[in-house]
């Protein structure tokens, strides 16, 4: 009897460990501010698992294969992240990740067509 415990307990702690963990949260926020980064894109590099930040900044990501997977994190106007994690997180404590803001200005481009009306005495400021 006392082997048959000892099995059972050996294969409920092997299906366990075998199955992809479940569900991962991560906090997005800016790095500067603190404040919570709102529709930023998480997702597992190589995989079709991604995930949207609500307004709180959080992401949940559902389903995550065993073994050391890379999330990165996306928001336009902030620099991209990524974190190198191996599933099943053991002990996790919640996970935050600030964001930098980038700088970069694209091009602009300011187009008109003359209309062939004049305006008088009007300061124009751009």
Do not use: W
Request: glycine share 4%; proline share 4%.
């Amino acid at each position: 009897m006392a082997r048959h415990l000892i099995l059972f307990f050996a294969i409920l702690i092997t299906a366990r460990t075998s199955f992809a963990q479940t569900t991962f949260n991560l906090t997005v926020k800016d790095e500067v501010t603190k404040e919570a980064i709102a529709g930023a894109s998480v997702t597992i590099k190589d995989t079709s698992i991604s995930a949207t930040t609500d307004v709180q900044g959080v992401a949940q990501l559902s389903n995550i294969p065993v073994g050391e997977q890379t999330i990165v994190i996306f928001s336009p106007g902030y620099e991209t992240k990524e974190l190198k994690l191996t599933f099943p997180l053991v002990n996790q404590p919640e996970t935050v990740v600030f964001l930098k803001v980038v700088n970069e200005v694209g091009e602009v481009t300011v187009v008109s067509t003359r209309t062939g009306r004049e305006i008088d005495d009007v300061p124009t400021r751009v």
